[in-house]
């Protein structure tokens, strides 16, 4: 039981595995770019720029992700905005929420996910939409790994290579100045 607490609870802080990853979705009307950058440590900014039939939209949404089960795979829910351009209306603007999951795939650099994501229309024929979608990303930053250290982590370990390869510094002589001889004490 406290293995199974410990083990959780190491999930917690690694929610993501990437720093930034850009990708395509697709959703039943429209298809476009996505881009994921992390901005906390379990929080991103997702950019979908989607382009439909009728109508071409940017969307910008804050999420929290959570992990379950295991590295890599996590629900994610948030919040944002939207604003595009309607066929025959002109233009729209609306908020929006996310819901979904996503999986870092294992030994690829490829994020994957499904969601549903309600949005609220102003100046839009449809004042509600629900649309469901799937993104595909390529990681293009990485999440950086951190080192485990028994004995702490200081900035000299780090710029030495470690709390056993510091490397000892070399003296200067001490010099004084006399006017007259060689300067040596």
Do not use: C
């Amino acid at each position: 039981m406290i293995g199974l607490i410990m083990m959780a609870g190491s999930n917690l802080v690694q929610a993501q595995k990437y720093r930034t990853a850009l990708g395509v979705r697709i959703a039943k009307e429209s298809v476009g770019l996505t881009v994921q950058q992390k901005i906390l440590p379990k929080s991103t900014l997702e950019g979908l720029g989607m382009i439909g039939s009728r109508e071409a939209s940017g969307t910008l949404l804050f999420e929290q992700h959570f992990p379950i089960i295991f590295k890599g795979f996590n629900y994610y829910i948030g919040a944002g905005a939207h604003v595009g351009n309607l066929k025959d209306s002109g233009v729209f603007y609306g908020g929006d929420a996310i819901l979904g999951l996503e999986m870092k795939l294992p030994i690829f650099r490829i994020v994957i996910s499904g969601d549903i994501k309600p949005a609220f229309h102003a100046n839009h024929e449809d004042w509600f939409e629900l649309q469901r979608g799937f993104s595909v990303r390529y990681i293009l930053v990485k999440e950086k790994k951190k080192k485990f250290r028994l004995f702490g982590n200081s900035d000299e370990d780090e710029k030495s290579g470690g709390i056993f390869n510091r490397k000892k510094k070399k003296e200067e002589p001490k010099r004084s100045f006399w006017l007259f001889g060689d300067g040596e004490e």
